[in-house]
Structures are given as C-alpha cells and as structure tokens.
C-alpha cells in the first residue's frame, strides 16, 4: 500500500519568507508526526497529532512555527518569516495509534 | 543535552562480517528503543525494537541489545551485506502520555564493503 508522501521535495526560499510543507499519512493510521533534521544531528521531535485530541506541540522550536491536520488526514507544517537556522529536512510520520512510526521521504527546506 | 548518544559518526565494515552499532541513553525513563535505518533521500525506515523488560530482541540477521543498568544498547548485523549499508538511528521513548514521542540519536553511517 502508499507509504506516507510528503511534498515538496526541495523548497528553496529567502529568509523572510513563509513556507508550507505537505504531508500524506498513510490511510487509516490515527496518529501524525513532524520532526526536523538539521545537519549532523538526530530527528528532532516537532509536534503529534493523534485523532480528535489536541495536538503536542511541545516540540516546536518558535512561535513562527504552525501545524495543521484537517479531517485527521493530510497534515500542514507552516513557518513563517524563515530564517537560515530553519534550514534542515522535515520528516513527517504516520502510526495507528502509538505503535510503530512510519516516515515519509521529507522535505529538504533551505533558507538563503 | 543529548538524551540519545552514537558516538561513532561511521563504522565500515566487511561483507560477511558482524556489524556491531552501539548506543547510550541518560534518562532513565526511557524504556522503549528503537532502531532505524536510513538511506539517501528516503525517511527513515523501521528496523527493531525492544523493550525494557528484556535484554535481546532477534529478528533474522538483526539483534538488539539492551543493558538497562548500563544504560547501553547495541544492534548486531550478521552476516553483514553491501545492502545494509545506510545510515542507523537509535530512538527511544519513555512510558506514560508522552510514549509516542521519540527522540533520536544523530546516527550512525554503516559501510558494508564488498
């Protein structure tokens, strides 16, 4: 079956600009996940949506950053007013419940 | 403040042989862990798991390791094959509400040589 897809693949943009960042869970799964991978470091937990709840975004680093998940589906990572230290990969992951995570492609953001 | 430590950025290897990935933690909360392996411009991929209450989870060529009072945990690949060559993240997570959230060490470059 479809793995959880993530668009774009690579966003270039200018510091000061927002960006959006698209991810498709696989179907069914109740829980969304967002993590970042900045350069020679580990994932970087995000935000978790699971179901009807509210969401944890214990992870997010600033309040330029947004997340949404409309219909427990499709998931939007926004950031606004983007800046260098934004730059990273954004791995989005996909559960039933909380079992085993399952990882999208990610998007490569890069902020000049 | 790392929580999850690989302190070896790369390990190369030869086919055929055991490949040994190692991992520390230092909050004793954790008590789940996970291994993932990654390859270029793909997510990371599931590989292994093992919980607190045991110290060895097999699964095929992969073996997992945990010494609780260490607070170690190693990922055994044998026989070792070109196609595992990737990067290897160790995960963990901790028990109670938050037990989805994992946190990841910064990985470990596995090269398998032909």
């Known amino acids: 079956g479809a793995g959880v897809s993530q668009s774009p693949s690579n966003k270039v943009t200018e510091k000061g600009k927002d960006v959006e960042l698209r991810c498709d869970p696989i179907?069914?799964?109740?829980?969304l996940y967002w993590y970042r991978q900045s350069l020679g470091q580990g994932l970087e937990f995000l935000i978790y949506?699971?179901?009807?709840?509210?969401?944890?975004k214990s992870g997010l680093p600033s309040d330029r950053f947004s997340a949404e998940r409309t219909g427990g589906s499709v998931s939007t990572l926004t950031i606004q007013r983007t800046q260098q230290e934004d730059s990273a990969v954004y791995l989005c992951?996909?559960?039933?419940?909380?079992?085993?995570?399952?990882f999208g492609p990610g998007t490569r953001l890069t902020v000049l | 403040d790392q929580q999850v430590k690989q302190n070896s950025p790369s390990l190369s290897v030869q086919e055929g042989r055991i490949s040994i990935l190692n991992c520390d933690y230092t909050?004793?909360?954790?008590?789940?862990f996970l291994w993932y392996k990654k390859y270029p411009a793909e997510g990371p991929t599931f590989l292994i798991s093992?919980?607190?209450?045991?110290d060895k989870n097999e699964d095929g060529r992969f073996t997992v390791f945990l010494n609780k009072s260490a607070k170690h945990l190693s990922l055994h690949i044998v026989p070792s094959q070109p196609g595992d060559s990737a990067v290897y993240f160790c995960?963990?997570?901790?028990?109670?509400?938050?037990?989805?959230?994992?946190?990841f060490g910064k990985g470990t470059l596995l090269t398998v040589n032909p």
């Open positions: 992951a996909s559960s039933l419940f909380s079992d085993t995570q399952y």
């Open positions: 179907s069914g799964h109740t829980a």
């Open positions: 949506f699971q179901g009807n709840s509210a969401p944890d």
């Open positions: 909050n004793s909360m954790f008590d789940y």
């Open positions: 093992i919980s607190s209450i045991k």
């Open positions: 995960a963990a997570s901790g028990s109670g509400g938050s037990n989805y959230k994992l946190t």
